[in-house]
């Protein structure tokens, strides 16, 4: 008899000892027990999310071992990945899977983490986390005017990019295979979307 997967899925964190949901700051986030778990906060509301799986981890070593390559040792900017806070606004604390900030913007990256906006977000999606990078996630990256936001569906092994125009992200496409992201922020990528996910 086959059995069908039950995905864990972003829930907030309701029995968090805490502020009311709506009203955690980052200060209240620096405070959370080490208790394994990876907690963000969107607009106030502290999440909790499952630990990833196989196919999110080998997906996100390789976003970082192409980026550290063509982006930090080419002297272009930083590479960092989760778990590092990024700190959108004091009632956005969130946990990218892999970001970039270009030389341009350096001035954000401090010793506890990203205070302020990465030129570049990728969330790795799977089914436990789509919903939440593509509302509440991609609204706060929306509102702390990230200028382009991928997100990488390892099934699929699609790139979705999402570039800010007017204060408001917009899809330029989904790309698989043996094309390049065509990316504002990184256009001289060389890395084929193919290459990200095998």
Known sequence: M?????WPVVTTAD???GPAQGQWLYADYVQLPDDGQRYEIVKGVLYMAPAPGESHQFASSR???YLVIHVDFAG???VYHAPFDVELSPRDVV??????VLNAHSHVITPRGIVG???LVIEIAS?????HDRDEKLHAYERAGVRE????DPFARTIELLVLESAAYRSRGVYQGPVTVPSIVLPSLPVRVEQFFT
């Open 117 to 119: 906006a990465p030129d």
């Open 63 to 65: 976003f970082v071992v």
């Open 127 to 131: 089914p436990s986390t789509a919903t």
């Open 76 to 78: 272009l900017g930083r």
């Open 2 to 6: 086959a059995t069908s997967m039950v």
């Open 149 to 152: 936001y991928w997100i990488a």
């Open 95 to 100: 946990q990218p899977d892999v970001l970039v």
């Open 15 to 17: 029995q968090v000892r």
